[in-house]
């Protein structure tokens, strides 16, 4: 990831999870059941490490690199990453503990948690651009390129926005038909908490990357101090909303948070970076997923038929941001470069 090899990173995080899928099961079906899927997990894990070391083709640094490298500056850097990393953690799934100790009620939990899982989908996705972003960020703030570093920030987050409104949007909207889609009918009355559980994620996907640039531009204490504090204000929150709402003030705290940790997050990048995303942009994005959000509240199908209904809805809205003038020239430019590395 710090060298920006995307593509081999990308090949390793794929083929990790199939060949844990793959020794899982063969164990668990040998009947060795838990132990099964722990060593399965253990023999992926070591066969993607012995992948990455082959894809990771970097020739040797010189004597005169090694002695200026300080292990200290690494630990200082790199143990408040770590720690915001564990807080980012707990700040999404904490709930669940409180949920369990106000409430007592197993059946809340498990209802909750189907919600959680469900919402933590796109949050899951977009993690993606953080872990590119940060090495980008880094190198081009160590190198004083404060005008790249402006370019990488606003396009960043505009292809962000671009991509978790309409999905945010859908799924908020169908929260019903989503629940019955992965559950039984029983699920059908976490459907409110979904719906707030699914927009926090959206937030926390924003603070996520907003975080990735300010630890990338050097800052990852600042990030660690920050998100620790949010979840000081979480555990506060959650003593108020959980015995008031269930459930739905647990989704309520979780939204609220995640509201404030993006809301932080931009002005601070904005303040140090003078750059954010751009107002006409921002609204005409807006404006293409409320409509998204309207088209889908009154036509959606159910079951797996549901899935062609978010296809058709999603090519609405890329044209509808075709006709508003957002998606332009060099957008299809990056998609064709994107397909074209694909292809060699």
């Known amino acids: 990831n710090g060298l920006r090899q995307f593509r081999e990173q990308a090949i390793v995080k794929t083929v990790f999870p199939i060949l844990r899928l793959i020794f899982m099961f063969l ?5 060795l059941k838990v132990f099964g899927s722990l060593l399965g997990t253990l023999i992926a894990t070591i066969l993607s490490i012995f992948l990455s070391v082959w894809l990771l083709k970097i020739p040797l640094p010189s004597t005169t690199q090694v002695s200026k490298f300080l292990p200290r500056d690494l630990l200082f850097f790199s143990v408040p990453i770590i720690i915001a990393s564990l807080a980012m953690t707990v700040l999404r799934n904490i709930n669940l503990l409180f949920i369990k100790s106000f409430l007592g009620d197993n059946t ?16 899951l996705i977009f993690l993606s651009l953080p872990a ?3 090495p980008t960020i880094s190198k081009s703030a160590s190198a004083g390129n404060e005008n790249l570093t402006k370019k990488y920030i606003q396009q960043s987050l505009r292809y ?12 908020s909207a169908t929260s019903v038909e989503v ?19 699914i927009i926090s994620s959206a937030f926390l996907s924003f603070y996520a990357t907003l975080c990735s640039i300010i630890s990338g531009s050097g800052k990852p204490k600042m990030v660690m101090i920050i998100t620790l504090f949010f979840v000081i204000i979480l555990l506060i929150l959650n003593i108020y909303f959980i015995p008031w709402g269930g459930i739905f003030g647990a989704a309520f705290t979780q939204l609220l948070m995640s509201f404030i940790a993006a809301t932080w997050a931009s002005l601070y990048v904005y303040a140090k970076f003078k750059v954010l995303l751009r107002l006409k942009s921002t609204i005409k994005i807006m404006v293409s997923g409320l409509l998204v959000y309207s088209i889908t509240t009154y036509w959606h199908y159910t079951g797996i038929y549901i899935v062609i209904n978010y296809v058709l809805i999603l090519l609405l809205y890329l044209l509808v941001l075709v006709l508003l003038g957002e998606i332009k020239k060099d957008d299809w430019e990056i998609i064709r470069k994107i397909f074209k590395k694909n292809e060699r």
């Open 179 to 197: 629940l019955l889609l992965s559950y039984s009918s029983v699920y059908m009355s976490a459907a409110p908490t979904l719906t707030l559980l």
């Open 108 to 123: 809340l939990v498990g209802l909750y948690t189907a919600a959680l899982t469900i919402s933590n989908l796109p949050y």
């Open 160 to 171: 962000l926005l671009l991509l978790i409104v309409p999905i945010t949007a859908l799924l």
């Open 27 to 31: 164990f668990v079906l040998l009947g």
């Open 132 to 134: 590119t972003l940060f």
